[in-house]
DNA sequence: CTGTTAGCGCGTTCAC
DNA sequence: GTGAACGCGCTAACAG
């Protein structure tokens, strides 16, 4: 760790009316060259404010751009947890959208907490952002809900745009995954590959990505005329560790009928994965294994995981384009979920 | 996906102004009851305030505030990939240490361009953050590096902080990861557990990292009087597709000499994994594997991945901590790097 | 303790 | 085309 810092003098920063100053000529000129909409400023005067621009290091002061033209560049991005690949790659997704439209990014993280949510949008609010695109989980019960609903409401009347990921909140814009779908497919071609015997590892109930995708599952077990014993539907946290002690549970209680494990998203079957191989059986052969998004790393665990593919990165950057009205080619489509069945499932021979 | 957007009425965000006037207090008497630092506010009054804020859902205008203030209240990050597990759990430890000290941080990624990271800093530098915290990754020979460190030097004469997270820039704080040395460990514990015949998967000729982490690996193995042939040295993209690729590239050279590879992190190593077998290969048995950085999925790949660990996430908050001069317990000694072997490295009976 | 006022850095009418 | 002047929303002296 090294410790430095060049604090010889510390000059403020050069400002709009320093580089007129510097240039010769008036701020609206200086303003004009360097940031004016409609051009209209002498080629030779144009240069001499570049010149002096550049001559002070002068950077616009973004926050006074903003209270002048009463409106920023931002766009406000919440999730859950950022370190969560999921999270991770929409999150890629948004920050590439708004480099693409010359907006910045900042983000918060609710850490799966409500209040800590609301609080953010709150405080977040405070910069005005263009667009607040809301990732992290929504869930059915929460009580914060109406006040949150309330903040975006005021923010939304304040000209602010919403987006939602995932679940589609009532007034606002929303790019539905569609999770239950997805997860009826998954468990059509599961039946399909021979497998019968079924758990599900799952989110906090009330959750709502993680109900729509057991949800779905049930629904496409249904149309086969299965089921998940309720002992056998395990609520863990939807992380990777909550998959690793829903599944451990699954284990203890005996995993005699099972002969498949569906985990509502990857990290949670990743997790689920090393507590069969903890439990000395081997995922894929003991007992199979499904998961749901398609994180990068599915493909690198053994047996490489069975899953429903979510363009997650797209999802992330559709939002934005979502909130910005600046639809591209293919936006009009629902996002597709698709099956990818790997060595996790193995078809089974009956 | 669905539209939607409660754009009745558009009247603009309550200013100040406005719940002053709400209030029948000043202007002055407003700020200090919502924002004020020394309170000396007659706690009549601040009610009155406090309750027409709420009434008119008012929310400070940041903008205005850090014009006013002539400071604001943002961190910016810049690390090469957003999803990356690397990048990502830096970012969250920054974001966390950031809502701690009610900063907020604003995300860009460079995508391992250092023309985009010079342009990024640039356009960044507009936002007059507190703190710039530089993770993506440094290169030695880099054409934009001076105007970089120009850049930098004009934000810190400014009254900027600038944190490097890895390679020490010079006259910069800096938290400097271990890398040599931790390679060097790693090295060292593998000559231990047996291992003489080695291969090296490392990023791209220049990339600081990766020829820190090489240059230590390498020392470690001078210890014991060993090296790398040339040829067994790949060098690709330091990605996942990267060790893969350079995998490919070491298993068709003929895998018959090496008996272990280190790659120079994680998800190089998980590729490479990936690439051992496809090539009908297993990973820790027919050819050992070891990469750098502990991220969350070294602990559930198949065999678990032996590697270096990095308190990732403990150095994103360092570095804002370090920028911020809000040094906490434990900040004053270097970030550890610890050996971790697991079973992608066995033990060689020789 | 409260209110008035002058900025903060910039965009933008409006006359010239 | 150019410049002077006002306003954006807010903070911070400065007087009362």
Redesign the pocket.
């Known amino acids: 760790m090294t410790v430095g810092g060049t604090n010889g003098e510390r000059r403020?920063?050069?400002?709009?009316?320093?580089?007129a100053r510097e240039a010769?000529?008036?701020?609206?000129?200086a303003?004009?060259s360097?940031?004016?909409?409609t051009r209209?400023?002498?080629e030779?005067?144009?240069q001499r404010v570049l010149a002096a621009a550049a001559k002070l290091d002068?950077?616009?002061?973004l926050s006074?751009?903003a209270?002048?033209?009463?409106t920023s560049t931002t766009v406000a991005l919440l999730v859950a947890d950022i370190a969560d690949p999921y999270f991770a790659q929409i999150a890629a997704g948004v920050v590439r959208e708004a480099d693409h439209e010359g907006l910045i990014v900042t983000m918060a993280a609710t850490e799966r907490d409500s209040e800590r949510e609301l609080e953010l949008v709150r405080s977040l609010r405070g910069q005005r952002p263009r667009v607040m695109i809301l990732a992290a989980s929504r869930r059915a019960d929460d009580p914060a809900a109406t006040a949150l609903a309330e903040e975006l409401r005021a923010f939304e009347a304040n000209g602010g745009r919403v987006a939602f990921i995932g679940a589609t909140e009532a007034p606002h814009r929303s790019v539905a995954l569609d999770n239950a779908a997805g997860a009826e497919a998954l468990a059509r071609a599961l039946v399909q590959a021979g497998y019968r015997g079924f758990a599900a590892l799952t989110g906090a109930e009330g959750l709502r990505t993680a109900e729509d995708r057991l949800g779905g599952f049930l629904a496409g077990l249904a149309a086969s005329d299965l089921t998940i014993a309720p002992e056998h539907i395990v609520r863990p946290a939807f992380t990777r560790d909550g998959g690793y002690d829903g599944m451990r549970t699954l284990v203890e209680l005996g995993i005699g009928e099972i002969d498949v494990v569906f985990a509502a998203n990857d990290v949670m079957a990743v997790g689920a994965m090393s507590a069969i191989r903890d439990a000395g059986l081997v995922p894929g052969r003991d007992v199979a294994i499904a998961g749901f998004d398609d994180i990068p790393t599915a493909r690198d665990v053994t047996p490489p995981l069975s899953t429903v593919r979510l363009p997650l990165e797209e999802v992330g950057r559709r939002a934005l384009r979502l909130a910005l009205d600046t639809i591209g080619p293919g936006d009009d489509l629902p996002v597709r979920a698709e099956v990818v069945l790997r060595a996790s499932t193995p078809t089974r021979a009956r």
Do not use: C, M
């Open positions: 403020a920063p050069a400002t709009l009316h320093d580089v010769g000529v008036s701020l609206a000129t303003s004009r360097l940031n004016g909409s209209k400023v002498n030779e005067y144009r002068y950077s616009p002061n006074a751009q209270v002048a033209r009463g």
